[in-house]
């Protein structure tokens, strides 16, 4: 019998055609297209907008790249950067990657020792940290770190400037500038001119969902073809500012939000703090916002719950005007004529409903980009018929990170689009997704098995996720191959699209779908006790009364109701049979997500192991009798 023939190959339709490169080419690039362009816009303390311009950007990172090198960090050096996102992580990034040090990056969501584990394990010789809360994490754990002597702190504590710990000196950024100044010390120029494309750029560590992370190794090389080809899809230019407001830490907003704006000529404004953001996108009035899922989730609750708080005319304009925008999206996106009479009551429907969509968003967004999760075709459809155009894509960063990106003239909801220049997609037989390209990671740092077990010999990456490919090579993402469920009868269950589902009720604010080699699917839900209130204002919730209102007959009969309502499309061996329902939300401090807000399914289900088998021993029970 012949042999099975291997699943097609999706190649993007563009070839990556460039040369070799690396992320001083970026830079240079993002500085020659207009040295006199605002570049970086930061929020002030007094509540003002300052912007610097790209020449006085680059003035900056050679300044401080002159003090690294008079600090004796040398090419090839790993230096750490532990702070949330703000300009001075911009400025101290470029200065590492242009100055051939390798910038290890870290989550400011970490505990000390998550910190020190990240340090030693990548050999850090120096760190950037943002403030003090930041510089006591490291100088908790400092006498655990051979070779690091180096703490440069972006807003550092008045007693700590300048000072010595045990043999670490702690120096400001101001400092640093001050030192790397044309009156400073001789030493390397931070041009980048002996950085090769092969060289490492970066470790960034993995979040670790189920055991230790790992440094994943990526090249100039792979971020600079990566750059490129996230701007052949992505129409960005000198008259676009972005919003950066997601982890600096992740791939994601490195590459979009950092180096991809940058080479583009976009200026980037730094959102004050994650809480801020909505405030901050009207005020700096955006024409990009780089998000998650859970960004564009908040906006439509918030529309929906305003709708459902309104009187009967303000919902029948709503559902009017939504039926409008609907007609005219699947319109537009077959590409269709719209026609006058119905471009004209999409004209009256924006008046009346979507201007204010656009005005909670600032104004000016032309587009949306949604990442590092997947989003919901009905939140994504529903953006798009007031107007505000999601892109969504997929990466990993192990991709550095970006694979896929839907093109803004063929958006295909449910999808995360077809491959980035350059780049070639294969559907293993169990499902898996198979990635090969020039952005595809050198490995994981100090890992060669990991490396082995990712890699193949010809250089496909194996990412983990179960996927699909469409026959013009749109992909759409099943679900993670690690959290597929087997049930007790053999049943796949992936579980991704039926929490997804169920967390679109305003009455759920987690959920987790658990029942791997068990006879049916249990949902473990934390409820929205916020949701709860507004329908119940007559029982107050405390804080302390969490866990008590959770195993509350009445909350346990509303949330029954509200989950096989959202799960009744599903198949019936995939709908949850029985509710877990908890009164303490998952958090990166509490062990149960990661610092990318990702679900630790093992911690949850070993930390509410007791009461998962008693719901079961009591199924089981129920079925005998």
């Not at 943002?130 to 807003?155: I, N, P, S, T």
């Not at 909505?278 to 700096?284: K, N």
């Not at 007559?538 to 804080?543: E, I, L, M, S």
């Amino acid at each position: 019998m012949p042999d099975k023939a291997p699943p097609p190959i999706r190649e993007a339709a563009q070839p990556f055609d460039f040369g070799p490169g690396t992320l001083v080419d970026v830079f240079r690039h993002g500085l020659e297209l207009d040295p006199g362009r605002r570049a970086l816009t930061a929020r002030q303390p007094d509540g003002t907008w300052r912007s610097w311009t790209a020449a006085e950007a680059a003035e900056r990172v050679r300044r401080i790249g002159r003090a690294l090198a008079a600090a004796g960090l040398e090419a090839g050096d790993h230096v750490a950067i532990l702070s949330n996102t703000r300009m001075e992580w911009a400025l101290a990034d470029w200065a590492c990657v242009t100055s051939g040090l390798v910038v290890v990056t870290v989550y400011p969501t970490l505990p000390a020792d998550q910190v020190q584990f990240v340090l030693e394990d990548s050999g850090a010789r120096a760190v950037f940290v943002e403030d003090g809360d930041q510089l006591a994490k490291v100088l908790q754990v400092h006498d655990r770190l051979e070779g690091l002597d180096r703490v440069f702190v972006f807003e550092p504590p008045e007693n700590e400037r300048g000072a010595n710990h045990a043999g670490i000196q702690v120096r400001s950024l101001a400092q640093m500038e001050r030192a790397g100044g044309p009156s400073g010390p001789a030493g390397r120029e931070g041009t980048g001119s002996s950085v090769r494309p092969e060289d490492t750029a970066t470790l960034i560590y993995t979040s670790g969902t189920t055991g230790e992370p790992k440094g994943v190794m990526l090249s100039h090389h792979n971020l600079f073809t990566n750059t490129i080809a996230a701007s052949m899809v992505l129409p960005i230019g000198h008259t676009d500012r972005v919003l950066s407001w997601l982890p600096l830490s992740h791939a994601f907003e490195r590459l979009a939000g950092h180096y991809l704006m940058w080479y583009s000529g976009a200026e980037i404004a730094y959102a004050e703090s994650v809480t801020s953001v909505a405030r901050d996108m009207v005020e700096t009035g955006p024409t990009f916002v780089i998000g998650v899922p859970r960004l564009y989730e908040k906006f439509y609750d918030a529309v929906m719950e305003a709708v459902g708080h309104g009187g009967p005319a303000k919902k029948a304009i709503f559902r009017v005007a939504k039926r409008i925008g609907d007609l005219r999206a699947s319109r537009q996106l077959a590409h269709r004529p719209v026609g006058r009479l119905l471009e004209g009551a999409y004209g009256v429907a924006e008046k009346l409903v979507f201007r204010k969509l656009h005005e909670r968003t600032g104004g000016r967004v032309r587009y949306f980009v949604s990442g590092a999760a997947p989003l919901s075709a009905e939140i994504a459809r529903f953006f798009y018929s007031g107007g505000l155009v999601v892109l969504e894509g997929y990466g990993l960063t192990e991709t550095s990170p970006v694979t896929n990106v839907n093109p803004p003239n063929d958006i295909r909801f449910g999808t995360v689009g077809p491959p980035v220049a350059g780049t070639e997609i294969r559907i293993a037989e169990d499902g898996e997704i198979l990635i090969r390209g020039p952005q595809v990671m050198q490995g994981y740092f100090r890992r060669p098995e990991a490396t082995r077990a990712a890699l193949s010999e010809d250089g496909w990456f194996r990412t983990g996720d179960i996927g699909e490919l469409d026959a013009d090579g749109y992909l759409t993402i099943t679900d993670r191959k690690k959290n597929i469920l087997v049930t007790a009868a053999g049943k796949n269950i992936a579980p991704q699209p039926i929490e997804e589902l169920i967390a679109r009720s305003p009455f759920v604010e987690q959920v987790v779908l658990l029942g791997d080699r068990r006879k049916f699917p249990l949902a473990l839900v934390v409820p929205s006790f916020q949701a709860y209130k507004a329908a119940f204002p007559g029982r107050p919730v405390a804080d302390s009364e969490r866990e008590k209102l959770a195993a509350h007959p009445d909350l346990q009969r509303l949330m029954e109701d509200e989950v096989l309502a959202r799960v009744s499309p599903c198949a019936r061996y995939e709908r949850p049979k029985k509710l877990l329902l908890v009164g303490r939300p998952f958090t990166v401090e509490g062990g149960e997500l990661t610092p990318t807000l990702k679900v630790k399914r093992r911690v949850i289900e070993k930390r509410y192991a007791d009461r998962i088998e008693e719901i079961y021993r009591k199924a089981e029970a129920e079925s005998r009798d």
